[in-house]
């Protein structure tokens, strides 16, 4: 008996709600709920804050750079000191949080070129790791591709990672393709295949006032072939 009132609960829950679920191979580029990204600066005229890195705002559904992506991307201001000790000479940076340590497989790039200002597009930059915010890694020294704002803009790979495993990713800048300032349009984080265990879920775990048509949305655990979705109360579900 106490079994089938479990189930009813469960069923008067489920139908109580409109579920929309969706999951994902990958952190940026709309998928975004948990990452945090700052910047040394950001030109407050333009609005670009670096949020717009990762929330997927400049994208068509078809993964390319829209023509209006001027406001939807990050623009650098005045120079601060980067975090990192080691590149205290790099007054340009970003930072991604990304809410959770995962192993990543590759990052993708949509770099700046809209218009005249096509220059202004990172060119020369070095990407630094962590787990902890604290202890950091190199993981290389790359050149981005300009883009062509003549061409559709798919994005390129900005770096492969090769499976390390990371929370933090930092980008300092050395150099753009040309003009006074930088920016970078939209980035992405494909995870790699040793996630074992689902994350980045969205609503977050404890959130409150959540609308009940809301989507329900994680970073998937590679390997699996279902997605279980348990609603209720209790942790662990019974």
């Known amino acids: 008996k106490s079994g089938l009132m479990i189930i009813l609960q469960l069923l008067i829950s489920a139908s109580a709600i409109s579920v929309n679920a969706q999951y994902t191979d990958y952190i940026g580029a709309g998928h975004n709920d948990n990452v945090v990204v700052t910047a040394s600066s950001t030109d407050t005229e333009l609005l670009a804050s670096p949020s717009r890195l990762v929330d ?15 406001q939807y991307s990050w623009i650098s201001g005045e120079p601060v000191i980067s975090p990192i000790d080691y ?26 070129g809209y218009g005249d200002d096509s220059q202004m597009g990172l060119r020369d930059i070095i990407i630094d790791y962590s787990t ?9 020294r790359f050149e981005w591709e300009n883009a ?25 800048i050395r150099d753009n393709w040309g003009g006074s300032q930088l920016a970078l349009a939209e980035v992405k984080f494909n995870i790699g295949t040793g996630n074992t265990v689902a994350a980045n879920p969205y ?7 959540v609308f009940k048509e809301e989507d329900l949305k994680w970073t998937k655990a590679n390997g699996t072939g279902s997605q279980q979705i348990y609603l209720g109360t209790s942790n662990p579900p019974l």
Not at 56 to 70: R, V
């Open 148 to 172: 062509d704002p003549s061409q559709p803009n798919f994005g390129f790979k900005g770096a492969d990672f090769n499976g390390i495993n990371a929370r933090y990713i930092m980008i300092s």
């Open 87 to 112: 590149r205290s000479d790099i007054g340009t940076w970003i930072q991604f949080d990304l809410g959770h340590i995962y192993q990543l497989a590759d990052m993708w790039v949509w770099n700046f």
């Open 56 to 70: 997927g705002s400049g994208l068509s559904e078809s993964g390319e750079l829209t023509s209006n992506y001027m």
């Open 203 to 209: 609503p977050l775990d404890g959130a409150n006032s």
């Open 132 to 140: 902890d915010g604290l202890n950091w890694a190199e993981l290389g």
